[in-house]
């Protein structure tokens, strides 16, 4: 299916605005991508379906013919979206169609999301009507993280991957609290002696070029899955049924994602750090035991069966990379994915909002009398950052916080909300000289 006539007013008028993003973020923020026209057109299309059609939607069934009709270069991209959390959904499909990608598919975990998603004209499948293959029932709701929810969805991803590389074509995955700036399919096609490549929750780079990460980070941080593809190769089917086995085992009840991390390193390093170590986290040296011969920033990973790339932090960037530490600043990288994780809930959207790249909003959502603005002061790091342990750059964070928020107008009277805790405090602060320019 090909984006319908509701989508061709919005991919006409926000391709290059988005494509000027693209450009923009390689060299500064200071560039709006969504103007009221966009914004307009495209909430016409997002605002879901009326009451006339909620009547029940036959909506088509993962299938090898569906695949292989959109898929392009033996490539399928594939998302997920709910009903609560269609607008990211519709603001990753812009960004999709503003980079003229035409091969992917959107699934659909509940009804309403499938009238939403075939009134807008997009390709999508229904992951909820699958009594026939055996499975459960599709959890609806906010499916918060690390809920019941949020942990049984792992089992159904994983069933639609093995299905899908089965069907022997390459696999793209992507969150839909993502942003494509640039088509990164490009990208992979650069390293084909990769399995899987994937990106990671690394808070600084390991290099200032456009390469692979060091695989030192898979020791040092989690991969996230948000963004990752996967060939359709004999081991790669074979790692996949591992994790998928690895999860039923547990009733569904663990996160996708740890799994994923746990068996990847198994037998990949020479060395080995327990939990209870407190090496400093960038102190530690992480061995791989065999890289590719074409790229030694592949590795093998899971007992030397598979191999693995992880994109760089500097132009697939994480939440901290991308929103906190503004690293494309100062790597002049081309950025092609943001990912808004290390955000709770909604808190995503004003992150996106922050940086213009945020296309559901309707223009009454900014002419309101309550927003407020001012310039904020911060204190700038010590001179000797690099000589300070953990705890003292953990209490100059603190100091910072304290200025920032004695600066708010009215705070006796005000409530506040932090949008964010970092678990990763200590290892966040512990980064490179080349991150610590950016504080």
Same mark, same amino acid.
């Given at each position: 299916m090909s984006p319908g006539p509701k989508w061709a007013?919005?991919?006409?008028? #926000?391709?290059?605005?988005?494509?000027?993003?693209? $450009?923009?973020?390689?060299?500064?923020?200071?560039?709006?991508?969504?103007?009221?026209? +966009? *914004?307009?057109?495209?909430?016409?299309?997002?605002?879901?379906?009326?009451?006339?059609?909620? !009547?029940?939607?036959k909506a088509p069934p993962l299938s090898k013919q569906l695949v292989r009709e959109h898929a392009l270069?033996?490539?399928?991209?594939?998302?997920?979206?709910?009903?609560?959390?269609?607008?990211?959904?519709?603001?990753? $499909?812009?960004?999709?169609?503003?980079?003229?990608?035409?091969?992917?598919?959107?699934?659909?975990?509940?009804?309403?999301?499938?009238?939403?998603? +075939? !009134?807008?004209?997009?390709?999508?499948?229904s992951m909820y009507d699958n009594v026939a293959n055996g499975a459960v029932r599709m959890p609806e709701g906010d499916l918060a993280f690390l809920s019941q929810g949020f942990l049984s969805?792992?089992?159904?991803k994983l069933a639609l991957i093995r299905t899908v590389l089965g069907y022997k074509v390459d696999l793209v995955c992507s969150d839909v609290d993502t942003v494509w700036l640039q088509n990164p399919l490009p990208?992979?096609? *650069?390293?084909?002696?990769?399995?899987?490549?994937?990106?990671s929750d690394a808070t600084a780079p390991t290099h200032d070029d456009e390469g692979l990460e060091d695989p030192q980070v898979i020791g040092r941080h989690d991969l996230n899955i948000g963004i990752m593809m996967l060939r359709c190769t004999k081991n790669m089917t074979l790692f996949v049924d591992a994790w998928q086995q690895q999860l039923q085992r547990k009733g569904g009840q663990h996160w996708d994602q740890g799994e994923f991390n746990m068996? $990847? =390193?198994?037998?990949?390093? !020479?060395?080995?750090?327990?939990?209870?170590?407190?090496?400093?986290?960038?102190? =530690?040296?992480y061995k791989p035991k065999a890289t590719v011969a074409q790229n030694k920033r592949i590795v093998w990973a899971y007992n030397h069966s598979v191999t693995v790339g992880v994109l760089p932090v500097s132009m697939f960037a994480n939440g901290h990379i991308f929103f906190i530490q503004k690293l494309y600043k100062k790597l =002049?990288?081309?950025?092609? #994915? #943001?990912?808004?994780?290390?955000?709770?809930?909604?808190?995503?959207?004003? =992150?996106?909002?922050?940086s213009q790249l945020w296309l559901y909003d309707k223009p009454a959502y900014y002419n309101v009398d309550q927003l407020l603005s001012f310039d904020m002061r911060t204190l700038q790091p010590p001179a000797d950052w690099l000589q300070l342990n953990t705890r003292q750059r953990v209490q100059f964070h603190l100091e910072n916080i304290g200025t920032q928020l004695q600066q708010e107008p009215g705070t006796k009277h005000c409530p506040f909300y932090a949008h964010t805790t970092w678990w990763s405090t200590c290892y966040s602060l512990m980064m490179s000289p080349l991150s610590l320019e950016l504080l």
């Amino acid at each position: 299916m090909s984006p319908g006539p509701k989508w061709a007013a919005i991919v006409s008028a #926000v391709a290059l605005l988005c494509l000027g993003a693209q $450009l923009t973020y390689t060299h500064n923020a200071n560039s709006s991508v969504t103007p009221a026209s +966009s *914004r307009n057109a495209f909430q016409r299309v997002s605002e879901g379906p009326s009451a006339s059609q909620n !009547k029940p939607l036959k909506a088509p069934p993962l299938s090898k013919q569906l695949v292989r009709e959109h898929a392009l270069n033996n490539t399928i991209i594939i998302a997920f979206a709910n009903a609560n959390h269609i607008d990211y959904t519709f603001n990753w $499909l812009t960004y999709v169609f503003a980079n003229n990608i035409t091969n992917y598919l959107v699934g659909a975990i509940d009804p309403t999301t499938a009238r939403t998603l +075939s !009134k807008a004209g997009v390709n999508f499948f229904s992951m909820y009507d699958n009594v026939a293959n055996g499975a459960v029932r599709m959890p609806e709701g906010d499916l918060a993280f690390l809920s019941q929810g949020f942990l049984s969805i792992g089992l159904h991803k994983l069933a639609l991957i093995r299905t899908v590389l089965g069907y022997k074509v390459d696999l793209v995955c992507s969150d839909v609290d993502t942003v494509w700036l640039q088509n990164p399919l490009p990208y992979f096609a *650069r390293f084909p002696e990769a399995d899987i490549l994937v990106s990671s929750d690394a808070t600084a780079p390991t290099h200032d070029d456009e390469g692979l990460e060091d695989p030192q980070v898979i020791g040092r941080h989690d991969l996230n899955i948000g963004i990752m593809m996967l060939r359709c190769t004999k081991n790669m089917t074979l790692f996949v049924d591992a994790w998928q086995q690895q999860l039923q085992r547990k009733g569904g009840q663990h996160w996708d994602q740890g799994e994923f991390n746990m068996l $990847l =390193r198994i037998n990949m390093f !020479k060395n080995h750090f327990s939990w209870w170590d407190h090496t400093d986290t960038w102190d =530690r040296v992480y061995k791989p035991k065999a890289t590719v011969a074409q790229n030694k920033r592949i590795v093998w990973a899971y007992n030397h069966s598979v191999t693995v790339g992880v994109l760089p932090v500097s132009m697939f960037a994480n939440g901290h990379i991308f929103f906190i530490q503004k690293l494309y600043k100062k790597l =002049r990288s081309p950025l092609h #994915v #943001v990912h808004a994780n290390f955000i709770g809930g909604g808190f995503k959207r004003h =992150r996106f909002r922050e940086s213009q790249l945020w296309l559901y909003d309707k223009p009454a959502y900014y002419n309101v009398d309550q927003l407020l603005s001012f310039d904020m002061r911060t204190l700038q790091p010590p001179a000797d950052w690099l000589q300070l342990n953990t705890r003292q750059r953990v209490q100059f964070h603190l100091e910072n916080i304290g200025t920032q928020l004695q600066q708010e107008p009215g705070t006796k009277h005000c409530p506040f909300y932090a949008h964010t805790t970092w678990w990763s405090t200590c290892y966040s602060l512990m980064m490179s000289p080349l991150s610590l320019e950016l504080l």
